[in-house]
């Protein structure tokens, strides 16, 4: 489904600073980028019929009592039975119940910018039928209790920018109708599990942590439409599995991790990517040729790594570039259409890399010795040529493999 898309800019703000979550804390309602979820107004309002009212009032009171500190007084509300009249809480008619015998549960929480310092308590599963609960900005700490994993309904978890720590939090994995999963600004540390990517997400986000160890080769069997793994610890190669791609993917930011090995011919199946960033790694060997398949491509950036040899004319012919950055790189020349950048409107940074005649280069002695020049990128197996994903059918007969892996803890 094709719906609102997130503006380039946006995307960047949001990896370089804490950011606001798409739907503020003074209402329930909104949608996100790819159109995929979204929440409906709901209307505080109190029903004494309401059977799930002793379970919401017990998990909010519990909730409640375990913050600490309330500098804007959201939770001068949070008292009495109808759960629906305090701030910060969204109800709606209960689903699958006829309208002679509706009754009000509650849909969603948001608490954005609230700063509210405290943590979460496993009685928020009580929640029967929450569906959003959006903590962008607030100073919560701890864990993500297991208990998660219970709430059904949920679709959209926004925990971005507050104090969270500890390993990945394997119960939202398990949240069966979660699509929308925004880690960020936090310090949740360790490696991804594999399961992430196989999770029918519409967003990943998880820059701005300390995650660590190899990206899971299951990456690219995602069927998100963005995903950020940003200023994070990240080492390794970039998982070359490109059998498993989606070509639904539109923006991938992995800049400024400790990636090396080379930029994977793969790339060339991410045939609906929009930016690439790759930004601030140690990825080194030659650019693949496959980079030309990115059609729709407007943001490319590879700088600050160790990349060499030509810019392959190629990808200076992408018909959608709008900035193609590849600064501090080792880059010996690049061809007269890279030239012609300029005159197309398009941001062209290529300081600090080998180019003789150009000015900003790199000083001749450390053009002599090139980090990973030896570094041979022929180590993709292929039973057949690689090419562009669309000329290989990617779009309408390579469907996802899916995988299969135990039970989490």
């Known amino acids: 489904m094709q719906g609102l898309r997130l503006p380039l800019a946006v995307v960047f703000l949001q990896v370089f600073t804490p950011k606001s ?21 709901q209307t505080p309002s109190s029903n004494p019929q309401d059977p799930n009212s002793n379970r919401e009032y017990t998990a909010l009171q519990a909730w409640r009592s375990a913050m600490t500190e309330d500098p804007y007084g959201i939770l001068a509300s949070w008292f009495g039975p109808d759960v629906c009249s305090y701030r910060g809480v969204f109800c709606s008619d209960a689903p699958g119940v006829p309208i002679f015998a509706s009754f009000r549960v509650v849909s969603g929480i948001d608490l954005n910018h609230a700063y509210l310092k405290g943590s979460l308590v496993k009685e928020l599963a009580l929640l029967d039928h929450l569906s959003f609960l959006h903590l962008n900005s607030n100073r919560f700490s701890g864990t993500v209790p297991d208990s998660f994993r219970e709430l059904h309904y949920l679709s959209e978890l926004d925990l971005s920018n507050n104090r969270f720590s500890g390993p990945f939090p394997t119960s939202t994995l398990l949240i069966p109708n979660l699509i929308y999963l925004d880690l960020r600004f936090n310090s949740f540390s360790g490696e991804v599990p594999d399961e992430l990517f196989v999770k029918d997400l519409d967003a990943i986000f998880l820059n701005n942590n300390q995650f660590g160890g190899q990206i899971p080769m299951t990456l690219w069997a995602s069927p998100a439409s963005v995903i950020t793994l940003a200023n994070n610890q990240f080492s390794g190669s970039i998982p070359f599995n490109f059998g498993y791609m989606s070509s639904r993917i539109r923006e991938v930011l992995f800049l400024n991790n400790k990636l090396t090995g080379c930029i994977p011919e793969g790339v060339g199946y991410l045939t609906d990517v929009e930016v690439l960033d790759l930004s601030f790694n140690s990825l080194a060997g030659h650019l693949p040729s496959t980079l030309s398949c990115l059609s729709e491509v407007e943001v490319l950036n590879i700088a600050h790594n160790q990349l060499s040899g030509e810019l392959p004319e190629l990808v200076c012919d992408l018909r959608s570039l709008a900035n193609l950055t590849v600064s501090y790189n080792f880059f010996s020349g690049f061809s007269l259409d890279c030239a012609r950048l300029f005159f197309r409107n398009v941001w062209f940074d290529f300081s600090g890399n080998c180019i003789p005649g150009s000015d900003m280069q790199r000083p001749p002695p450390e053009c002599m010795g090139i980090p990973g020049g030896g570094l041979s990128c022929l180590r993709i197996p292929s039973t057949r040529p690689l090419a562009c994903a669309g000329s290989m059918g990617q779009r309408d007969g390579m469907n996802r493999v899916p995988y299969t892996f135990p039970s989490l803890p």
Do not use: K, L, Q
Not at 21 to 35: M, Y
């Open 21 to 41: 979550s798409a739907f503020v804390g003074t209402g329930g309602a909104g949608v996100w980028f790819n159109g995929r979820g979204g929440s409906t107004t």
